[in-house]
C-alpha cells in the first residue's frame, strides 16, 4: 500500500510539474481534460488516489504519453555500478545504461602506457569522439600530428581522421562520449585489443 501512495505522490507531481511548465492553472487543465479542478489539486498533492480512467484524458491533456506519468522512480534507473572490462592495455567503465536518449553511451577508460599509439594502431569511423582526462596525460595521435590533452583538458575530433588515444609518461584516464558509430570501434566485444580509437 505504501509503495502504491508512494507512485500516486509521484505521478501527482509529475502531473504539477507538467502543468506549471505550461504556464497553465488548475482551471485551465481541468477544462481539458474534464476533471474538476478541485479533483485535480488532490490529485496533485497525492491526496487522492488517482484511477485509469483519470490519468488517461490527463495524459491526453498535457501531451504526454500514460507511461511517461507513471515511469518508476525506482533508484535501479538512476543509480548505476560499473563494472571494470579489461583488455590489455585498456579498462573500460560504462556509466550509461546503454545508449542514452540522444544515442550515446558514456565510458570512463584507464590507459596504460604499454597500448601502441603507432600509425598501424590507428583506427578510422563515422562519427566525433569526445574526452576529457580525469587524470594523468593522454597522447592523442590524430593522423600526422601527436597532440598531449593533459589532466582538466578536453579533446574533440572527426574519426574519419586515423586516431588512437594512449597514455603518456604513466597512466591516463579518460571519461569519453562515444556515439552509435563509435561503439563498434571503442566498447568491448566490438573488437579486441584495440578497443579504445
Do not use: Y
Amino acid at each position: 500500500m505504501e509503495q502504491e501512495l508512494r507512485m500516486d505522490r509521484l505521478v501527482g507531481q509529475r502531473i504539477r510539474a507538467m502543468r506549471v511548465a505550461r504556464g497553465w492553472t488548475l482551471d485551465a487543465l481541468s477544462s481539458r481534460c474534464h476533471i474538476s479542478p478541485s479533483n485535480l489539486s488532490r490529485i496533485e498533492t497525492g491526496d487522492r488516489r488517482i484511477a485509469l480512467d483519470q490519468l488517461v484524458p490527463i495524459a491526453k491533456a498535457l501531451g504526454t504519453t500514460l507511461d511517461a506519468l507513471i515511469h518508476s522512480d525506482d533508484d535501479e534507473d538512476v543509480i548505476i555500478r560499473p563494472h571494470a572490462t579489461a583488455a590489455g592495455a585498456v579498462t573500460i567503465w560504462l556509466l550509461s545504461n546503454g545508449r542514452t536518449g540522444n544515442g550515446v553511451t558514456v565510458a570512463k577508460m584507464r590507459i596504460t602506457p604499454e597500448r601502441p599509439t603507432g600509425p598501424e594502431d590507428m583506427v578510422v569511423h563515422p562519427g566525433r569522439d569526445w574526452f576529457t582526462v580525469l587524470s594523468g596525460t593522454a597522447r592523442l595521435r590524430l593522423g600526422d600530428r601527436v597532440l598531449l590533452v593533459h589532466e582538466g583538458d578536453a579533446a574533440e575530433f572527426s574519426t574519419m581522421t586515423p586516431h588512437v588515444i594512449g597514455a603518456h609518461d604513466g597512466p591516463v584516464e579518460i571519461l569519453t562520449i562515444i556515439d552509435h558509430e563509435g561503439e563498434r570501434s571503442h566498447l568491448p566485444g566490438a573488437r579486441d585489443a584495440t578497443l579504445v580509437s
